[in-house]
C-alpha cells in the first residue's frame, strides 16, 4: 500500500535552514503575502517596524523593504531544493493610491530579479487570468481620456529550475511513468495563459482563515504539482496558509511540508482533514479520468484513431506515454503526533471505458 507523510511546522520560513535539509525538496508551489497589497501591510510592517514608517512619504523604497523581507525565503529555498528542482511562485502586482499618487508595483518583475541572481533559472511562466465581470472593474475615473487605468486580471506563476535537468534512474524512470499527465491534459496546463482556471470554493471550511491567506485554487497547484514533480516526491509550501499545497500534494501521491507562522492556521487544518477531505480529493481524482474519458469517446466518435491502451486505468489513451499512468485513491488519514500520514488503495480502474 503506498504512503504519504505530511508535516506542518509553525516557523518563520526566513530561516528554513533550522528545519530543512539541504538539497531535500524536490519542488516548491507557494504564495508570498503580496507587497504593497493592504491585507498584508502589518505583517510586512512586523517583519520591519521602518516599512510602516515609510510607506506613505517614500512607497517605493517601502516596496522595496516588503520584498527584501521576502528575498529571505528565496535566499533559504534555494538551499533546501535538489540539482534540477523546481520554484514555482504564484504572486501578483499590485496597485495603490498613496497620497493622490496612483501607480504599479510590479512584484513578479522583483522576484524573478533576486531569483536569478540567486542562480535559479527562470523558465517560461504562467499568467493565470482572474476573470471579472463586474460593470465596475475599471479603474480611474471612467471616460476621460488619460482618466482610467487598464485592469488587473492576471496574476503570476514564475517558475524556477536550480541546476540543470534531472537525470533519472531506472526507478524514478518508472515512478515518473506512472506519475504521467494525459495527452490532453498537457495541450491545457503547458499553455502560457490560464483562463480556465477559476478562483473556487477552498476545502477549508474555517472562513476567516481563507479571507486571511487569499488562498489560491486547488486546481491551479494541483496541476503543478504534477507537471513539476513526480509521486514520492517531496513538495515544501513556505507559506502554508490554508493548506491547498498540501491537499494537493495528498491528492498527488506527493510528501509534503508546510511552513506557517500563524499557529491557528495549522490548527484549523489538523481539526477539518481527518473528516472532510477523503471523499471530495477522491471525487477530484475520479473527474481526472472522468474527463479522459469523455474526451476520448469524443476524439473516437469523431473518426479520429485512438493507439494505446491504459491497462491499469482501463481507457484508451493517445501516447505510450500515457499506458502506465496509475490513479491510487486514498484510503485513510491519520495523525500522530501532528504527523499526517495518507495511505492508499492500490490502483484501480476507476471508470473503464465502453
Given at each position: 500500500m ?5 508535516n506542518?511546522?509553525t516557523?518563520?520560513?526566513r530561516n528554513?535552514?533550522e528545519i530543512?535539509i539541504p538539497n531535500t ?11 504593497m497589497i493592504?491585507m498584508w ?5 512586523s ?10 512619504e517614500k512607497?517605493?523604497?517601502?516596496f522595496?523593504l516588503?520584498n527584501?523581507e521576502l528575498d529571505?525565503?528565496w535566499t533559504?529555498?534555494y ?12 504572486i501578483?502586482d ?8 496612483f501607480?504599479l ?5 522583483r522576484?524573478?530579479?533576486?531569483c536569478?541572481e540567486?542562480g535559479f533559472k527562470n523558465?517560461p ?6 476573470q471579472?465581470?463586474?460593470p465596475?472593474?475599471?479603474?480611474g475615473?471612467g ?16 517558475i524556477f529550475?536550480k541546476?540543470t535537468?534531472q537525470?533519472?534512474?531506472?526507478t ?9 499527465y494525459?495527452w490532453e491534459?498537457r495541450?491545457?496546463w503547458f499553455?502560457?495563459?490560464?483562463e480556465?482556471?477559476k478562483?473556487t470554493?477552498?476545502l477549508?471550511?474555517?472562513q476567516e ?6 488562498a489560491?485554487?486547488?486546481?491551479l497547484?494541483?496541476r503543478l504539482i ?10 515544501l509550501?513556505?507559506?502554508f496558509g ?6 494537493a500534494a495528498i491528492?498527488?501521491e506527493r510528501?509534503?511540508?508546510g511552513?506557517?507562522l ?10 477539518n482533514?481527518?473528516?472532510?477531505n477523503?471523499?471530495k480529493?477522491?471525487?477530484y ?5 472522468y474527463?479522459h474519458n469523455?474526451?476520448v ?5 469523431s473518426?479520429?484513431e485512438?493507439?494505446?491502451?491504459n491497462?491499469?486505468l482501463?481507457t484508451?489513451v493517445i501516447t505510450?506515454q500515457?499506458?502506465?499512468i ?5 484510503d485513510?488519514?491519520?495523525i500522530?503526533k501532528?504527523?499526517?500520514i495518507i495511505n492508499?488503495m492500490?490502483?484501480?480502474g ?5
Open positions: 503506498t504512503q504519504t507523510i505530511h506542518i511546522f516557523f518563520d520560513s528554513l535552514q530543512i525538496i524536490d519542488l516548491v508551489v507557494t504564495s508570498p503575502p503580496y507587497p493592504r501591510d502589518e505583517l510586512f510592517f517583519m520591519n517596524s521602518i516599512i510602516k514608517d515609510m510607506i506613505l512607497p517605493q523604497e517601502a522595496e516588503m527584501q529571505k525565503v533559504a529555498l538551499s533546501s531544493i535538489k540539482d534540477g528542482g523546481f520554484l514555482i511562485i504564484n501578483g499590485a496597485t495603490r493610491t498613496i497620497k493622490g499618487d501607480q508595483y510590479s512584484n513578479h518583475s522576484i524573478i530579479y533576486k536569478v540567486l523558465l511562466n504562467i499568467l493565470w487570468r482572474k471579472t465581470n463586474a465596475n472593474k475599471f479603474m475615473s471616460m476621460f481620456p488619460s482618466g482610467a487605468y487598464v485592469t488587473l486580471e492576471h496574476e503570476y506563476i514564475l529550475r541546476g535537468k537525470v533519472y534512474n531506472e524514478k524512470k518508472q515512478n515518473r511513468r506512472e506519475s504521467s494525459f491534459e495541450n491545457i499553455s502560457d495563459i490560464w480556465d482556471v478562483g470554493k477552498q477549508l471550511t474555517n482563515a481563507r479571507d486571511r491567506s487569499a489560491y485554487p486547488f486546481e497547484v494541483y504534477n507537471m513539476y514533480s513526480c509521486k514520492g516526491d517531496t513538495i509550501d513556505p507559506f490554508t493548506g491547498t499545497t498540501t491537499l491528492a498527488s510528501n509534503s511540508i511552513i506557517e500563524e499557529q491557528s492556521f495549522k490548527k484549523s487544518f489538523l481539526k482533514i481527518s473528516f472532510t477523503i471523499q480529493l477522491n471525487e481524482i475520479c473527474n481526472r479520468l474527463k469523455d474526451f469517446k469524443c476524439r473516437i466518435e473518426g479520429k485512438v493507439k494505446y491502451y491497462q491499469k482501463k484508451p505510450r500515457e499506458i502506465d496509475i490513479f491510487n485513491l486514498l485513510s488519514i491519520k500522530i501532528e504527523k499526517i492508499y492500490d490502483h484501480i476507476l471508470l473503464p471505458y465502453n
